[in-house]
């Protein structure tokens, strides 16, 4: 596997350099000093950016508003610097910023997605005024976002059960971080119907990948991370409009996988266990069919109301068999899960949902520190009723009604014990224009502000 690289890097100290990148205030800073009576107007504050002449020193001045700005400004200078002035080298001056968050954003900022580009164009150079650390943490955290990103934008082609367990195997090739695949024939041995239903009717059967980092062999963290590497609907087929982005259906895979990167190269003393289900969902002579019922891994019967509510059942399996065979103390899902929580919360926000209040309040907490949103959404135990079945003991989706996000939970929660939080990223963890520092297509949204949530979690 390819993986985007970062700009070219390097460590400097005070103003030194020809170019320099600068946060400006209306009142404190390096930049206010050097402009001196200049006239700005009020707005250039919300982020504005400009190029000035201070002696021999070009200045790409950033407005910013408060101490908050850090990663907007680190972002800000990283676009301005590549759109005035092309492949130079600049210096990234904090000044009164937070030193690691302004070079989070402009690295976060930085990122392109240009493997199967023929031709790519050079960019600039970076050189960080900043401490090491600081630097070495930025690195380290936007690393964990690009690898979130790479495997979300990387073509269906490229990208399938088998593929994904072979990058993942690479990825973590010597790492603390240990790998084990189980294949189609031992998921069909060991009774995931959920799984199995979903991937049969592909010709790229299912994988279901578990990645250990126990650096303390306590109990664990459990993270599931849906992994439908490309969602046609199967027999429901998504309609144009809908289906050409389905690539993207394994955002909660590809983030779990970022998030146990980031936290093993932190070396967080945290024992964490990914499990992400992998399938394809296609239409075919053995693809399942509305009307089916399937045994899942909890022995509970579904009734396949729907092939296009698929990730629910994979997501079901793994949850299920990761609460038995590791007993852990939380568990945690993510998911491009339903449409419903996009139109809920919009394209940026995610749903977190759940039994366990108090890491609900961690996540949006940690979120907050990331810059990126969380809501809560209800659990009442009226949309379990909506999954009712006369044939098995509950459907996969609802017949018609609202509530889909909510709904969707419920079908998951039949299959946990202990503490739960489920969270939809079906809006935020794809763009179609970007906004900030996420670009379009895969964001990497979650897998920051899950390593702040266990760096902080005591």
């Known amino acids: 596997m390819e993986w985007t690289n970062f700009p070219k890097l390097e460590l400097g100290k005070g103003t030194e350099g020809r170019i320099l990148a600068l946060p400006l205030a209306k009142d404190k800073g390096i930049a206010k000093t050097m402009i001196g009576t200049t006239p700005i107007d009020n707005d250039f504050y919300k982020g504005g950016s400009r190029l000035l002449e201070y002696k021999n020193k070009i200045i790409i001045a950033i407005g910013v508003e408060s101490d908050k700005d850090s990663r907007k400004f680190g972002n800000a200078a990283w676009k301005a610097a590549e759109a005035f002035l092309g492949p130079v080298k600049f210096h990234l001056v904090p000044d009164f910023l937070d030193e690691e968050k302004t070079l989070e954003g402009a690295l976060l900022g930085s990122y392109k997605f240009s493997k199967y580009l023929t031709e790519k164009k050079e960019r600039p150079w970076i050189v960080f005024h900043g401490s090491e650390q600081n630097m070495n943490n930025a690195l380290l955290k936007a690393r964990a976002t690009f690898i979130t990103r790479d495997l979300v934008n990387e073509p269906t082609n490229k990208l399938y059960p088998e593929s994904f367990a072979e990058m993942v195997r690479e990825l973590f090739s010597g790492s603390k971080v240990e790998v084990k ?50 969602d046609s609907g199967g027999i429901h087929l998504k309609p144009t409009g809908y289906i050409e982005d389905m690539k993207m259906d394994m955002a909660g895979a590809a983030t779990a996988t970022g998030i146990i990167y980031g936290i093993s190269k932190l070396g967080l003393q945290k024992d964490v266990i990914v499990i992400t289900p992998m399938a394809e969902n296609m239409p075919s002579g053995n693809a399942a069919k509305p009307g089916d019922v399937i045994t899942m891994y909890n022995k509970k019967n579904v009734e396949i109301w729907n092939t296009d509510a698929e990730g629910r059942v994979v997501m079901a399996d793994a949850l299920a068999y990761g609460i038995e065979k590791f007993k852990p103390e939380i568990s945690i899902d993510l998911a491009t899960l339903t449409g419903a929580c996009v139109i809920a919360l919009g394209e940026r926000i995610a749903g977190l949902m759940g039994t366990d209040q108090k890491t609900m309040n961690e996540i949006k907490k940690a979120g907050e520190e990331t810059e990126e949103d969380f809501w809560q959404l209800p659990m009442a135990k009226h949309f379990a009723k909506k999954l009712d079945s006369d044939v098995a003991d509950f459907r996969n989706s609802a017949s018609k009604g609202y509530g889909g996000a909510s709904i969707a939970a419920a079908f998951l929660k039949n299959f946990i014990k202990g503490n739960w939080v489920h969270i939809d990223i079906a809006g935020p963890a794809t763009s179609k224009t970007g906004w900030l520092w996420n670009p379009k297509e895969g964001t990497g949204f979650g897998t920051r502000t899950i390593i702040e949530w266990l760096m902080n979690r005591k």
């Not at 024939?185 to 959920?194: A, I, M, V």
């Not at 990645?211 to 599931?224: A, D, S």
């Open 181 to 230: 695949v189980y294949p189609y024939s031992w998921l069909k041995e060991n009774g995931f119907g959920g799984i199995v239903s979903v991937g049969k009717g592909s010709e790229n059967k299912p994988r279901l990948i578990v990645m250990k980092y126990c650096p303390t062999k306590t109990k664990p963290i459990l993270i599931i991370g849906k992994g439908i590497s490309f």
